[in-house]
């Protein structure tokens, strides 16, 4: 049983450490979420270079060899610096093509490892709220028609990875972003992220995949992202916990620093608590995600999310608590920090979806 | 990171396993389903066959009878052992008191009392609380007076666990009037069948009986049972009280509860379908299950981190451990239904505080349930109550 990142791994961390410290400064962050696009490209050509687009890709499939550790580190450090490039929704595109069969996908992914290309994917929609298995999405032949919701990235995709019903089967479709009938509509979500509904009105598709392995690609790629958002959610969660921390050591109230009184400390306590468990969710998760028991997989991943959006929260809304008036203010970091966990929460199935999902998985485990 | 346990883990698992089958008498795991409250006698039959294999007290340094295995090996075989139900050991001996003794008390000592903690013939309590004397332990007033060869000892001990069954009491004592609180704290042990000394014990929430008080009156205790230096006990009792934070974690004994909760969810109805496949239950249950998963890979991570922490990771697993041990009993207890409120105690246990001779219409995968969610309320007390532990965690980690 090793739970200690390897050199490499470590290294990793660092450079997207550095890349956070050096380049996503406070200010830097607000001028990049309120420009047009809302994400700064050459970030992006950053990512590339430094490999952290493949980094989380097997061999295999086109990637440095690693998985979703590598990923959920990457995440975590983003998460730290509150970054809102579209590192998670870049995750599942690359699994996702890597999970299916068929050269078109294999061929697709070589461009979005080496930043040359973006595709997103497209694959949930309002009704579903939040689970990805809903497709209401109709396919006619090539040609789709349907509404999808919360796309990250839109707004500066090639191409874009669809879901679709054609009868009672799944299909996974391309679809070109600047494709007719293709329409969006751009808006920011409470964390400042892009999102955009997608609106597809017999726009033409290119079928990627379909039949039995598609729920079941989908699933694994939407594992990956998962886990990828956990781990983004532990390095927000983490930083509240610190910042608050220090602000409790400096901040002073009736003649002594307001970290002396006990009522606070338990609070901290109790946070800090929310975020060890979340890193030992997150390592059950890589353990399980590494061995061949689906099932187990499939639990050890909701496990995780369920936690994520739990204690999540509550670390975010204590680290306002405990920050008085100043948490809730737009200046500080610790609102945005909430912001993050609170959109995070929801993203991918809220708690109460993935322990649902996690029941099942443990009755047939 | 990729893996978790490793093939030489599983293979060891099989191993112990394998072992439990052939040798767990068949009366010892009846009575373990029942899980609190085991009998000396099953604790210390249990305790013999697997000290024949070596196996007593695998935490114990190899020159004393330990195994050589490692934390992760000494939780696997917790595991199993829980899950097959073998009878919850006796913890103050081989996991409270000898662990101060192999690294505290001279080697004659140690000579002296390790084997019978081993071999399961003597059984220890520990003396720690005291009336006036509970988180606040180092403001404890029972006294030590040097007389000759002797320290005479009087005073007041309360909370022992398992003191009814004890032979021998680890004791915190004051040897120093004058000192501070803390250094004037040293450490005895004591024979309870010493004169002057009277017990009484404590019925609990649960009718049952775990927790004694004793009372010692001009106790004469031989001077050679001081353990290491006078004045300081208070360092060994913080050395003793970290274990019991981290084993109080409890993670095998809290798998095995959930195992037994779902086998009782199978089995009970709700509105004609099994409690199992109603969502609020499903919910709740797996919530309990995830909360175990993260505390289960938390004491892991201690336990490979190759570093006493000094009781930062004890006191977080400790709190969230007690909690969840709570938590899975109370859902049993109301997975139980209507039968849920019923006193109804092991049919095959001791110590009844009271019998009213009544026979409450239980099946019997709800026998003791109710008594020991009942009992569990200590579980965020004992050890340290978790307000304490929550001030030691914002203390030691967090430096506040």
């Known amino acids: 049983m090793d739970f200690s990142y390897t050199s490499e791994q470590d290294a990793l961390r660092d450079s997207v450490r550095r890349f956070v410290e050096r380049e996503y400064g406070w200010e830097e962050r607000f001028t990049i979420v309120r420009s ?25 499939a086109g990637g440095f060899g690693g998985g979703g550790t590598e990923n959920a580190l990457i995440a975590e450090e983003l998460g730290r610096g509150l970054v809102t490039e579209p590192f998670v929704p870049h995750v599942i595109a690359t699994q996702l093509l890597a999970g299916i069969d068929g050269e078109t996908a294999a061929d697709l992914i070589g461009p979005l490892v080496m930043g040359e290309s973006i595709i997103v994917p497209v694959l949930q929609e309002a009704a579903g709220r939040g689970d990805w298995r809903h497709v209401d999405m109709r396919a006619d032949g090539n040609r789709l028609t349907g509404v999808k919701t919360l796309v990250e990235g839109a707004g500066r995709a090639d191409n874009m990875l669809v879901s679709a019903r054609n009868g009672d089967e799944i299909g996974l479709y391309l679809v070109a972003a600047d494709a007719a009938g293709v329409s969006r509509t751009d808006y920011r979500t409470l964390d400042n992220h892009r999102v955009s509904d997608v609106a597809l009105d017999g726009a033409e598709a290119v079928l990627l995949a379909s039949g039995a392995q598609v729920p079941g690609a989908i699933d694994r790629a939407m594992e990956h992202g998962l886990i990828a958002l956990c781990g ?9 916990l610190w910042a608050t921390r220090d602000y409790l050591k400096m901040r002073k109230q009736f003649g002594t620093a307001i970290g002396n009184f006990q009522a606070l400390q338990h ?12 890193r030992s969710l997150l390592y059950a998760a890589f353990g399980a995600m590494a061995g061949d028991d689906a099932q187990a997989s499939t639990a050890a991943v909701s496990a995780a999310k369920v936690q994520v959006s739990t204690g999540g929260l509550q670390v975010g809304a204590q680290a306002i608590q405990l920050h008085g008036g100043i948490g809730v203010t737009e200046e500080l970091n610790i609102s945005h920090h909430y912001r993050r966990l609170y959109a995070i929460a929801r993203q991918f199935g809220d708690a109460e979806l993935h322990l649902a999902r996690f029941a099942q998985a443990r009755d047939q485990n | 990171m990729t893996s978790y346990f490793s093939a030489e883990d599983t293979a060891f698992r099989a191993e112990v396993r394998a072992f439990i089958q052939a040798n767990l008498p068949p009366d010892l795991a009846r009575r373990g389903r029942y899980d609190y409250h085991p009998r000396r006698e099953d604790q210390a039959r249990w305790a013999k066959i697997l000290a024949a294999k070596g196996w007593s007290v695998p935490h114990f340094p190899v020159a004393y009878g330990g195994t050589g295995w490692t934390g992760v090996q000494r939780f696997i075989f917790e595991e199993e052992m829980r899950l ?20 505290f008390a001279s080697e004659e000592q140690r000579q002296t009392y390790l084997p019978g903690i081993r071999t399961g013939d003597t059984f220890w309590a520990q003396g720690f609380s005291e009336p006036g004397s509970g988180s606040d332990l180092a403001s404890l007033r029972t006294r030590a007076v040097r007389d000759g060869d002797d320290y005479v000892v009087t005073g007041q001990k309360t909370w022992t666990t398992e003191g009814h069954h004890a032979d021998m009491i680890f004791m915190l004592v004051r040897t120093d009037m004058e000192a501070k609180p803390q250094a004037g704290i040293s450490a005895l ?12 014990p404590i019925w609990t929430i649960d009718e049952g009986l775990t927790v004694n ?22 360092s060994y009792a913080k050395f003793l009280l970290t274990n019991e934070r981290t084993n109080s974690a409890e993670v095998p004994h809290t798998k095995r509860d959930i195992v037994q909760l779902r086998d009782i969810a199978r089995i009970e109805q709700k509105n004609g379908r099994p409690l199992m496949e109603d969502p609020s239950f499903r919910n709740r249950l797996a919530r309990i299950e995830i909360d175990t998963m993260a505390l289960e890979t938390a004491v892991l991570r201690a336990l490979t981190s190759g570093s006493h922490d000094g009781g930062s990771i004890a006191s977080l697993v400790k709190v969230r451990g007690s909690e969840l041990r709570q938590r899975v009993a109370d859902l049993a207890v109301e997975a139980l239904g209507d039968r849920g409120l019923a006193i109804c105690l092991n049919p095959e246990g001791e110590h009844r505080m009271f019998e009213d001779g009544l026979t409450p219409p239980v099946p019997d995968h709800g026998i003791g349930i109710a008594a020991k969610a009942m009992f569990r309320r200590a579980t965020t007390i004992y050890g340290g109550a978790n307000e304490i532990q929550r001030t030691l965690i914002a203390k030691t980690v967090l430096e506040l």
Do not use: C
């Open chain 1, 36 to 60: 047009d696009g809302g994400y700064a490209p050459r970030h992006w050509a950053m990512f590339a270079e430094l490999g952290w687009l493949g980094a989380g890709l097997s061999e295999e």
């Open chain 1, 232 to 240: 983004e959610a532990l390095g927000v969660m983490d930083a509240a």
């Open chain 1, 267 to 278: 609070r901290m306590a109790d946070m800090l608590i929310e975020v060890e468990m979340t």
């Open chain 2, 84 to 103: 097959a139900y073998a009878p919850t050991m006796d913890r103050i001996g081989p996991e409270l008191v000898a662990p101060v003794l192999y690294t």
């Open chain 2, 189 to 200: 042990m004591i024979d309870l069948k010493s004169p002057g000394i009277t017990r009484r």
């Open chain 2, 213 to 234: 008080e004793f009372f010692f009156d001009e106790v004469p205790v031989p001077a050679a049972n001081l353990v290491g230096q006078e004045g300081a006990g208070w």
